[in-house]
C-alpha cells in the first residue's frame, strides 16, 4: 500500500492551462505539505497543512491554491500555468506540524510549454 | 542563499571506497534529518537526530549532529552500487520552519 500517492505522475500542458494535482495519505498523518523541486534538484516548501488549516505558505503566487477537503488530502490546483511553474512536485505528510520525518510522494513531473 | 549548505555536490567513487558527506548551516537546528531520494521518487527519510553529539549508525552508514547543532555529516563504509542517489539533508528551526539542502549527488561505479 503506498503511504502517499499523487497523480499524475507526469503533467504536460500549455502556458496559460489551469491543472490540479491530487494527493493522499493514508498514514492518518496530520500534517501535509506541498514541495517543488527545481531543476538543481532544490527542494523548496510551498504549503503545510495541519488538520486542514494552512499554516505555512511561503511566498508562493496566488495562482497556486491548495486544497484540503479532509486531512487525508491535500491538493494543489495551478492557474495560469507559466513556462517557470516546470518542476517535479511533491506531497508530503508528517505526524506533527514541525516537518520532521515527512514522508513524500512519488512527484509529479510538471512540464509546461 | 541557501540556509543549509551540502558538500561535495558531486562524488563519484568506486564500491568498497568510504566517502562522507556534509550539511552545515550557521543557524541552530531542533532536529536534523538525512533523506535518499532515487531518480523518479520521492525522497526517502533515513535517519532523524536531535541532540547535539548525537551520533547514529543505520548498517553502512553513520549519521552525526554537530555538538551546536549547526552541522550535520553523514560517514557510508564500503560504498555499493546500490548506495547511489541523491542525499539531502533538511533542518527544522524553532519546530515550524524547515528548509533542505542543495543535495549531493552521489555515484558508486562497480
Known amino acids: 500500500d503506498t503511504a502517499v500517492s499523487q497523480t499524475p505522475k507526469y503533467l504536460v500542458t500549455q502556458m496559460g492551462n489551469d491543472k490540479s494535482i491530487k494527493c493522499e495519505q493514508n498514514?492518518?498523518?496530520?500534517?501535509m505539505y506541498w514541495y517543488k523541486q527545481d531543476s538543481k534538484k532544490f527542494l523548496k516548501i510551498m504549503f503545510s497543512y495541519n488538520n486542514k488549516e494552512l499554516i505555512i505558505n511561503e511566498t508562493v503566487p496566488n495562482r497556486f491554491s491548495p486544497k484540503s477537503p479532509d486531512k487525508a488530502h491535500l491538493n494543489l490546483h495551478i492557474n495560469s500555468l507559466e513556462l517557470g511553474d516546470s518542476a517535479v512536485y511533491f506531497c508530503?505528510?508528517?505526524?506533527?506540524?514541525?516537518?520532521?520525518?515527512?514522508?513524500f510522494g512519488q512527484g509529479t513531473r510538471l512540464t509546461v510549454v | 542563499t541557501q540556509l543549509l549548505e551540502q558538500s561535495p555536490q558531486f562524488l563519484s567513487i568506486q564500491e568498497g571506497e568510504n566517502l562522507t558527506v556534509y550539511c552545515n548551516s550557521s543557524s541552530v537546528f531542533s532536529s536534523l534529518q538525512w533523506y535518499r531520494q532515487e531518480p523518479g521518487e520521492g525522497p526517502v527519510l533515513l535517519v532523524t537526530v536531535v541532540t547535539g553529539g548525537e551520533v547514529k549508525k543505520l548498517k553502512r552508514l553513520t549519521f552525526q549532529f554537530g555538538d551546536a547543532r549547526k552541522d550535520s555529516s553523514l560517514h557510508i563504509t564500503a560504498a555499493q552500487p546500490g548506495d547511489t542517489g541523491l542525499y539531502l539533508c533538511?533542518?527544522?528551526?524553532?519546530?515550524?520552519?524547515?528548509?533542505f539542502g542543495s543535495g549531493t549527488k552521489l555515484n558508486v561505479k562497480p
Open positions: 533538511a533542518g527544522t528551526i524553532n519546530f515550524n520552519k524547515f528548509y
Open positions: 498514514l492518518g498523518h496530520d500534517t
Open positions: 508530503a505528510s508528517s505526524r506533527g506540524w514541525d516537518g520532521t520525518e515527512a514522508f
